[in-house]
């Protein structure tokens, strides 16, 4: 089975910077695709970032030019550099893993979330 571990949330001033990490352990062949999520209260769940193995990000218009994301292949990493955090980016923040596990079975799992807080 394919684990998620999320680290890296916390309380920040609006203006600062968090890094989220989340690694993927278990039964794992290869990693397609990494990417984070995020729900924030009374609000749907929606897309940040993704990134591919090969290296190849896409981001939600609100946060393109503040946050990065990068993974780390040989430690099935994915993180989520954020800068200039804006009170309205509070939220969970959930990673997101797709891939083939070692029974050559396709997987796509999630991080049990970290909540994140933009407030002076």
């Known amino acids: 089975q394919v684990q998620l571990v999320e680290s890296g949330g916390g309380l920040v001033q609006p203006g600062g910077s968090l890094r989220l990490s989340c690694a993927a352990s278990g039964s794992i062949d290869r990693i397609v695709g990494m990417g984070w999520s995020r729900q924030a209260p009374e609000k749907q769940r929606g897309l940040v970032a993704s990134i591919t193995s090969g290296g190849t990000a896409d981001y939600a218009d609100s946060v393109k030019g503040r946050f990065t994301i990068s993974r780390d292949n040989a430690k099935n990493t994915v993180y989520l550099q954020m800068s200039s955090l804006k009170p309205e980016d509070t939220a969970v923040y959930y990673c997101?893993?797709?891939?083939?596990?070692?029974?050559?079975?396709?997987?796509?799992?999630w991080g049990q979330g970290t909540q994140v807080t933009v407030s002076s």
């Open positions: 997101n893993v797709r891939g083939y596990g070692n029974n050559l079975k396709p997987f796509d799992n």
